[in-house]
């Protein structure tokens, strides 16, 4: 990695800082980025697709920074044939006194207009490993997808930093088309239910050409696949990153185990995994102990639960090549039978046990919450024959034109807004506790996330919520948690970030269907307040809205 960790003098302060309020020091740094989104051809897995890059790269430039460094990203649409909005999403960043910076059209503001620029400052304020995103509608299926590396404490000493390991599913139908086939009326499973066509690593892997749908298109079945080195006897840091649409993956090394040390942006009581499992969204950071052969090549796997994820092809494969191993050495190492036992149909697309996932830092979680929202989650076929997904009988569709943190920067109440834009109004003091129970009545899983927030877990299982609570001593915090099938998962989070932010499903295609719910947090100290980048978020506004007054926004689905 190219900037250093920060020194472990800032240890004691740092780790103590579980809460979006909690004051990160500034540096006096500032990490400045241009990103430029273009239509361009991909063809990571040999087949040529047109979709989208940032700055002529997919996947997008990863972003670096320490701990308390300002981030600056100038933003340009350049997406043209046919031009559409865009914006960008740093996935699990508080962005606490910064809330009109969180990137989500519709809500903290208006999408940038083609051929028009947004500048998003935000501070670093947690470490570890992340991603930044497109969230205009499933666009970043797409391609418009990038890692955040942010460098802070270290808790246990590692040798080689490997750097961000992207893992995803991937499609060659553009999101577009998808979006249009999920949210539409055709009654066949397997078309509002799309299959994912690859599962890549750091946006390689080959692919079957003989599969292909469409003959026509060009494509290789020799794609390469991504390579890292390993020295031998040193002890490596590797930052997993789950970055598709809609699969679940089971990361493993053949003949390695994982030390894992942090789940998304929480460090971790370091426990032994022969696997990983990461919902879309999710981050885990893991040490591998490099005591594999001088010369040796092994089989490093992202692949697709089939019990959890419709794909077509479920092997994702990368090599990992030791210092003495020949550059073109492949693998003939097998996968171990736990690992290969988490990838059959039994699996229940969960993560991994409560008990085992235990905060480095202890913080007790209230047995009673002072605000309780319960919600049942369920896939509506609706009187028109087109497919929604629903929390307590709501769905969500935003205006792209109304973003709802101005609104309720300039006084609107909450309340008032259409019931279509699915907003809660969850007001009270800093320490003021909200718990949501999510029970899933329907066969799908659901990697929830959070906005502006981590959040503590509380319960997790089969069926519905039955009241039991799962260690209040030291919960589980995270920013995304899978909420399995046909059960229940039970967070809380204190009002310690007044904004609006929002809570959904990050598979993208039932995020598209709407489930998502926004909430309005402390209200009244959003309105009025002296919020960084108001500004250009009204002057983004007037642009969006001049280029929509000469041209239509073909939005087909909720548009987060």
Known sequence: MGISAMPDTSANIILKSTSAASKVPRTGVTRYYDFDIARGTLSPDGY???GMLVNGQFPGPPIEACLGDMITVNVHNSIQNPEEGAAIHWHGLSQYATQSQDGVPGISQCPIAPGDNFTYT???DKYGSSWWHSHYSASYADGVVGAIIIHGPEQIPYDVDVGPILLGDYYHDNYYDLVEMVVGNNSDFNVYVPSSNNSLINGLNSYNCS???NKTVPCDSNAPMSTFRFEKGKVHRLRLMNVGAAALV???????????????FVPLVPYQAEYITLGVGQRTDVLVNASGDADGAYWMRSTI?????AAETLYGKAVILYDQADDDAIPTSA????????DQKSFLCQNDPLT?????VPQPAAAEADITTTLEIDLLTNSTGHHIWIMNNRTQIIDYSEPVLPLVHNGTDPNTLPPIWNVYDYDGKKDTTVRIILNNKYQSAHPMHIHGHDFQV?????GYFDGTLTNLDNPLRRDTHMLRRYGHLVIQFTLDNPGVWNYHCHIAWHSSAGFNLLFAERKGEVAGANLLGMGEVRDGCRAWNDWTSKHLVDQVDSGI
């Open 250 to 264: 089971h990361f493993s090394i053949d003949n390695h185990a994982f030390q894992v040390i942090a789940n998304d």
């Open 458 to 462: 509380l319960a997790e299982g089969p």
């Open 356 to 360: 085992d996932t235990v905060p480095l």
């Open 211 to 213: 599969k292909a749908s």
């Open 305 to 309: 639960s089939l019990n959890c994820s």
């Open 335 to 342: 996968i171990s039978e736990v690992a290969a036992a988490a």
């Open 48 to 50: 040529e697709k047109e």
């Open 122 to 124: 935000f501070q670093a």
